[in-house]
């Protein structure tokens, strides 16, 4: 069975700084990573997604995401962080033969400070 | 560009009251899915449908049915309505092609069982 774990259930950046939102995983064969962020009362938007090549993934919003696979992790960061980034964040893994359904973690709550 | 579309998107139900939740998506996407979002538990998968004609449980099934309408609308229906099923519900659609993988959700249906 894939699983999904986010360490964290919050975390708390100063606006200006690099922001890092963890995600670990356990699948049998090779993973899809993705992450989603989820805004007040608004459904999951997608960011970024892991299938093969690069580790280090380029995303919406200046965000991206490197994949370590002795690891397992899949870390959400960003350079420099914004107020507007504060929001829910989901790590979510698929495996290839599971009809593109979505294991999800449990989720972190950024906050971005002014 | 509506996107996925989700009705009713507040409700109350009475326990033991029956209801439907209504999905569309307008991006003649095949594959579709319902989730229910509880705090600190992440998304987890009600039901999906693969395509047109089929249905799948996923991790949580148990009180709920399913309807694939036709390859736009995914109906989601509770028979018998408990309080342990008050949790906000999300329909997603899956992209193809080159974006495949992508998983594209509804703004929500929060759901109140007295």
């Known amino acids: 069975a894939q699983s999904v774990a986010q360490p964290e259930d919050q975390v708390n950046v100063a606006e200006g700084n690099p922001l890092t939102v963890k995600c670990t995983y356990s699948?049998?064969?090779?993973?899809?990573l993705f992450w989603y962020v989820q805004y007040p009362n608004r459904g999951l938007q997608f960011l970024l997604k892991?299938?093969?090549?690069?580790?280090l993934v380029k995303g919406s919003y200046g965000f991206e995401a490197e994949f370590n696979k002795s690891q397992t992790s899949f870390h959400l960061k960003k350079p420099s962080a914004l107020v507007s980034d504060s929001a829910l964040y989901f790590c979510?893994?698929?495996?290839?033969?599971?009809?593109?359904?979505?294991?999800f973690g449990q989720g972190t709550i950024l906050t971005v400070h002014p | 560009n509506a996107g996925v579309t989700q009705t009713p998107k507040f409700q109350v139900l009475k326990t033991g009251q029956s209801m439907t939740l209504q999905c569309a998506q307008d991006?003649?996407?095949?594959?579709m899915y319902w989730y229910r979002q509880d705090p600190g538990m992440g998304l987890r998968l009600i039901y999906y449908?693969?395509?047109?004609?089929?249905?799948d449980k996923g991790e949580v099934p148990n009180g709920y049915n399913v309807s694939r309408l036709n390859k736009r609308e995914f109906s989601l229906r509770l028979e018998s309505a408990a309080p342990s099923q008050t949790s906000v519900y999300f329909c997603?659609?899956?992209?193809?092609?080159?974006?495949?993988?992508?998983?594209?959700f509804g703004a929500g249906t929060r759901l109140s069982v007295l």
């Open positions: 979510a893994v698929r495996t290839g033969t599971s009809y593109g359904k979505l294991t």
């Open positions: 699948v049998s064969g090779n993973p899809y």
């Open positions: 892991y299938i093969t090549g690069d580790n």
């Open positions: 991006m003649n996407h095949n594959s």
């Open positions: 449908s693969a395509s047109e004609g089929t249905t």
């Open positions: 997603a659609s899956i992209a193809g092609g080159v974006t495949k993988n992508i998983q594209y």
